[in-house]
């Protein structure tokens, strides 16, 4: 999975996780009788994006845009809404009045997916759906007490090089601790309207402020600055800002996380839901409904992934019994399943053991990808696993990405968490996931394409990011990664995974499947661990629809490759399918199926 990507961070700070966010909010374009229509277009798509980045000024600083750098946004407030609401609605009104007929093919493009976005925007931020949303602002996988304090420790790239910069961060803070109480205020609006999260959830959360509040200042992720002062500061704004951050930490944002911790603790928890399902809750179905079509780009129903999810189990369980065979093991596959859980031969002894084999793996497919790839990311990728502080909530790995001119790298983040539940197999395909050519290929050449408009170049839709990564961990047969019988069992099971997700997450949001009913059936078709199943299974619970789009994504991706080789033959080039399926950003499944159709069919017609 991918961390910050603007969509999501938008869709975290927004509190509609599963919704399009970071409404590209336009000052209306004056159209001179000169302009063309590409001018137009693209009048419209500046002027929407600069709106945008003052509005969300966190999308500007993970660009490396400093200029709102001093502010977080006002999130959580009715201010807020009703600015995205009325610039998506007034940037579809000057997208109508452009003649799409008269773009170029890759114009069409960015017109659609422009349409697409702002429409999609417009779903969520309804009075309806945001009384659903906004009133659940923080559960243990999306939220601004993990976000945040990761954000301003300084280890997620964001600069810390001046004085500026460190002033920027206290300011920053204040801006922190108005969303942690806005977001209070929130959970209340949900206790009194009968809209509430999951006692799960809400006890995970409680768990992270304790682990967080037991830390001392000085040891806490919002001191971590002060540790790594440039030599340039002088002593005397060196000893000014410890002393300010000292005080800002101890004062304001430890009391804030206590007063969440304890209202959290003491009043919500009890007013909490038992169930685990969004059907379950108060207008949950409804929304579970819009979160499936925005996450997956498609006009798909729950009962209907429900299958797909089931006859992809079937199909990979096939897959696992050959591997079985292939190495000799006298056993049921549940059997095989505890075996590769359990035996010693699996495991890593350390975070520096781990780390290294990461190290290696990046050496041997940065070997590969030339063959698969005319065109590799400028930004480099960097590999360290998460901090103490969030691993043990976090997912098994993820990407963060680096900034477009790669002064930024892209970051693989693996969980080093409880290492003897943690198996080798997988180590490959979450490599070829996360990094290289995964998330790290589709973020970076995207970000640094500066002929797309920047809505394309930084957002997205999880179907296709995720969808990509999955499809890249498929290339790990062509590279010749999977030879060994256990990476090639390694890549089942993470694919197995996903196939899982789409019966597990289906399951519980809209069949009405218990926690543990979800847990045993992943443990049952795969050889994760407990503890891995446990955080799958509560992330599901914590964030409806987003595990959806995975292999959904993939599965298009997939079936388009086949049509291209089916169709060009000896024409067809994977660097060139790879190129077009990258080289104009994240694309809604629909959209991206027209461009490649279109594709097929240039190739075809020329000589």
């Known amino acids: 999975m991918t961390q910050f990507r603007p969509a999501l961070i938008a869709a975290l700070l927004a509190a509609t996780a599963p919704l399009p966010a970071f409404a590209q909010a336009a000052e209306p374009t004056t159209a001179t009788a000169a302009q063309s229509e590409h001018d137009k277009l693209f009048a419209l798509f500046a002027a929407s994006d600069e709106a945008a980045l003052k509005r969300n000024p966190i999308g500007a600083l993970f660009r490396g845009d400093m200029r709102y750098a001093d502010r977080l946004g006002d999130y959580l407030t009715p201010e807020y809404n009703d600015a995205e609401r009325a610039a998506a609605q007034g940037e579809l009104a000057q997208l109508a009045q452009i003649d799409r007929a008269k773009l170029s093919a890759t114009d069409q493009i960015a017109y659609d997916v422009f349409k697409y976005d702002r429409s999609e925007t417009l779903k969520g931020l309804t009075e309806e759906i945001l009384a659903l949303t906004e009133v659940r602002p923080i559960n243990h996988f999306f939220g601004f007490h993990t976000f945040y304090p990761t954000l301003a420790s300084g280890k997620t790239g964001i600069p810390f090089g001046t004085v500026a910069d460190y002033e920027n961060n206290l300011k920053r803070h204040a801006d922190y601790v108005k969303l942690i109480d806005r977001s209070i205020a929130k959970f209340r609006e949900g206790q009194k309207s009968g809209v509430v999260e999951t006692k799960m959830t809400i006890r995970n959360v409680i768990e992270q402020l304790d682990t967080q509040l037991k830390l001392p200042v000085e040891e806490s992720p919002f001191f971590e600055p002060v540790k790594k002062f440039p030599d340039s500061f002088t002593q005397a704004d060196k000893d000014r800002l410890t002393t300010e951050y000292r005080k800002v930490i101890g004062e304001q944002l430890y009391p804030v996380h206590q007063r969440l911790r304890d209202y959290l603790r003491d009043d919500y928890l009890a007013s909490a839901r ?125 990407y963060q ?71 890249a961990e498929t290339l790990g047969y062509e590279m010749g990664f999977y030879k060994d019988p256990y990476s090639r069992m390694g890549t089942l099971d993470d694919e197995m995974l996903r196939a899982m997700r789409l019966v597990v997450d289906t399951g519980i949001h809209s069949k009405g499947w218990s926690r543990d009913q979800a847990i045993a059936y ?78 097929i069919k240039a190739v075809k017609a020329a000589k």
């Open 274 to 398: 038992d169930s685990f399902g969004l059907s379950q809750m108060k207008g949950g179905a409804k929304l579970y409904e819009l979160q499936i079509a925005n996450t997956t780009t498609m006009p798909m129903k729950a009962a209907a992934i429900h299958k797909l999810g089931l006859s992809e189990v079937k199909r990979i369980r096939g897959e696992m019994e050959k591997v079985k065979a292939e190495v000799g093991f006298n056993g049921t596959l549940a059997e095989f399943f505890n075996f590769i859980r359990t035996d010693p031969q699996f495991k890593r002894k350390s975070r520096e053991e781990i780390t290294q084999r990461y190290y290696d793996i990046g050496k041997l497919v940065d070997a590969k990808v030339g063959d698969y790839f005319r065109v590799l990311p400028k930004s480099p990728l960097q590999i360290r696993p998460y901090e103490e502080f969030r691993e043990k909530f976090e997912a098994g790995g993820s």
């Open 401 to 471: 990405q680096g900034t477009p001119d790669g002064s930024r790298p892209g970051t693989f983040y693996f969980n080093a968490y409880d290492l003897p539940s943690r198996t080798t197999p997988g180590e490959v395909t979450l490599y070829l996931h996360e990094g290289a050519p995964g998330h790290h290929f589709q973020i970076s050449l995207a970000q640094e394409n500066a002929a797309l408009p920047a809505f394309m170049r930084f957002g997205g839709n999880t179907a296709y990011v995720e969808g990509w990564a999955l499809y």
């Open 522 to 599: 992943m443990l049952a078709n795969s050889s994760m661990g407990k503890t891995d199943a446990t955080a799958e299974v509560e992330r599901y619970i914590a964030i409806p629809s987003q595990a959806l789009a995975y292999k959904i994504g993939a599965l298009t991706i997939q079936r388009l490759r086949g049509q291209a080789e089916k169709q060009l033959g000896k024409k067809c080039d994977i660097r060139d399918f790879h190129g077009q399926v990258l080289n104009t950003g994240a694309l809604p499944l629909p959209v991206l199926e027209a461009k490649i159709k279109a594709w």
